[in-house]
């Protein structure tokens, strides 16, 4: 194999493919990033064996081949070379020449041949969705997902694709909240209803991936793994085992309060209160105090060892007083991710759930459980 490729290109499709390498393994092929030229293009790919990245983007071949290099080196050393034109050719002796300006360097390489080939792209619901709506989806629902090595639904997002309706829907919950986001895609193969339960890490890693500008990426769901394609790049993860639990039974279907509060001035205020609501007693740790009033909403909070906070805020509010206990870092989690100027807050009683939502949006809402405290 033999490429010409400017370092920037390189760079640049390096560092996407990396994220998926492999660090801990006894399978030392996954630890590289397989490089394959092939008329006029460079594909790299890497994988962890459940999740795996693949670019594609042009350069000038002038022998097709592959090769399979040591990612973390391969990717530092690429990295401090010169923005110049690069040169990869294969030795015969299991080496690699990068060459530049007047310089060069080896580096060894892996046998390719031991790389896991990547599933193709096939699946029988696949749908194209805006790019900007995936990323605002995706900051707002990956908030609720667990980490749980014992309850592995509980560490994913849940995709359920509803053509009759036109919309797919993202649900992430670790037990405690519950984050629900509404979209609409751009077109779809399917009749029929799809859902797929996708690992909150290929989900971040998909978010940092593409690109922040307009465009669409397509979604293919198959029967153990989904794809992402946008461009040149390919995501793929293997889906999670399980059910996810029928999370449209926890969510309530009226309320007896409902505040409206500019959504900086709560968050500025939750956040001074959680972080006093600092206790070594875990189950006290984090718990902030809502005391609705007619016209306020006032925020307690405390810790033995710290002190005690109080904090009174004007708001618009419909129904009834009501006194309620919260994680305080999951109500500031979810007001951080909402973009709208004032944020409403619906309750039903005092170990209901808490629906929180952006003013004027219906497409997203999150479900906080209040805490029972003595």
């Known amino acids: 194999m033999h490429i010409l490729c400017p370092q920037p290109q390189l760079v640049n499709a390096v560092q996407k493919v990396y994220r998926a390498v492999a660090t801990t393994t006894t399978y030392h092929a996954i630890t590289g990033i397989l490089l394959q030229a092939h008329e006029n293009t460079l594909t790299l790919q890497g994988t962890d064996l459940d999740l795996g990245i693949i670019y594609t983007f042009p350069v000038e071949v002038i022998e097709e081949g592959e090769l399979l290099l040591p990612a973390r080196i391969f990717t530092e050393m690429v990295r401090r070379l010169p923005p110049t034109s690069l040169s990869l050719q294969s030795l015969q002796d299991n080496t690699v020449e990068i060459a530049y300006q007047q310089s060069k360097v080896?580096?060894?390489?892996?046998?390719?041949s031991q790389f896991p080939l990547l599933p193709p792209v096939e699946g029988n619901f696949s749908f194209t969705v805006a790019i900007t709506a995936l990323k605002d989806a995706i900051r707002k629902?990956?908030?609720?997902?667990?980490n749980d090595d014992l309850r592995s639904i509980f560490n994913g997002v849940l995709w359920e694709l509803e053509p009759g309706e036109n919309r797919f829907n993202l649900v992430a919950t670790d037990t405690h909240r519950l984050a629900v986001y509404h979209g609409q895609p751009e077109d779809s193969t399917s009749n029929e209803t799809a859902t797929a339960l996708v690992p909150c890490r290929a989900m971040n890693e998909l978010a940092r991936l593409l690109p922040g500008e307009d465009g669409l990426v397509k979604i293919t769901i198959g029967e153990s793994q989904i794809y992402a394609q946008h461009e040149g790049l390919t995501l793929y993860t293997r889906l999670l085992n399980g059910k996810f639990p029928h999370y449209q039974q926890v969510i309530p279907t009226n309320h007896i309060t409902t505040i409206e509060i500019a959504t900086r001035d709560l968050l500025d205020t939750v956040e001074r209160a959680t972080l006093l609501a600092r206790d070594e007693n875990k189950a006290r740790a984090h718990i902030i105090i809502l005391q609705v009033g007619e016209k306020s909403l006032k925020i307690t909070s405390e810790a033995a060892e710290i002190g005690h906070l109080e904090e009174e805020l004007t708001a618009e509010i419909a129904g009834q007083p009501l006194e309620l206990a919260l994680n305080g870092r999951y109500l500031?989690?979810?007001?951080?991710?909402?973009?709208?100027?004032?944020?409403?807050?619906?309750?039903l009683a005092p170990l209901k759930p808490v629906v929180v939502r952006p003013a004027g949006q219906e497409n997203y809402f999150c479900l906080i459980l209040p805490v029972r405290i003595g």
């Open 332 to 347: 500031l989690e979810t007001l951080r991710v909402i973009d709208t100027e004032n944020v409403i807050l619906e309750l």
């Open 141 to 146: 629902v990956t908030i609720a997902a667990g």
């Open 106 to 112: 080896q580096l060894n390489s892996i046998d390719a």
